[in-house]
């Protein structure tokens, strides 16, 4: 995937385009519209149909942006892996300035975030955002702890 798309027919990105949409011209279409119109929904639907309200507009174009894949949607902001790792490695050194001393030193509450993902991704921690509580273990097991 990692390629960015343009429009050449000496390259044969059409046919590559179209092989990514799955032969669908419409989501093919949007997309182009999206990406010519500064990756704005409303405005790509309202260019392909002119005569829709611009809330329909601002609602249809969300729903067809849904239907392009996410990959193609991160290109076209120029994201791929290569910069989330960039943007990881950046997170995990995080600096601040120190307002008493006036130095940079480590900001250790951005680079938490930062640790947290690549523990998951490396299969080190597990996923601490679950809503999860595990209160009845306790309330099972500790009963005549607590008195209840």
């Known amino acids: ?10 390259n044969g990105d059409i046919q590559e385009l179209e092989k990514i949409f ?9 997309y182009l519209s999206w990406l010519k119109n500064g990756l704005n929904a409303t405005k790509a639907y309202k260019e392909l149909h002119p005569h829709v309200t611009n809330g329909s507009a601002e609602v249809l174009g969300s729903r067809v942006l849904g ?29 601040k300035w120190n307002d008493f001393t006036g130095e940079r030193e480590a ?3 951005t680079r938490r975030s930062y640790h ?8 080190l921690e597990e996923d601490q ?16 702890k607590y008195g209840f």
């Open 67 to 95: 239907k392009v894949r996410k990959e193609q949607v991160a290109l076209a902001y120029g994201l791929d892996v290569q910069k989330y790792f960039e943007q990881l490695r950046d997170g995990l050194g995080a600096t």
């Open 129 to 144: 955002r679950g809503g999860n509580v595990n209160v009845g273990i306790i309330v099972n097991t500790d009963q005549k």
């Open 116 to 123: 947290e993902v690549l523990g998951r991704l490396l299969s």
């Open 107 to 109: 900001d250790h509450k």
């Open 22 to 30: 799955e032969g669908d011209l419409d989501v093919l279409l949007f």
């Open 1 to 10: 995937m990692g390629k960015e798309l343009t429009l050449s027919k000496q």
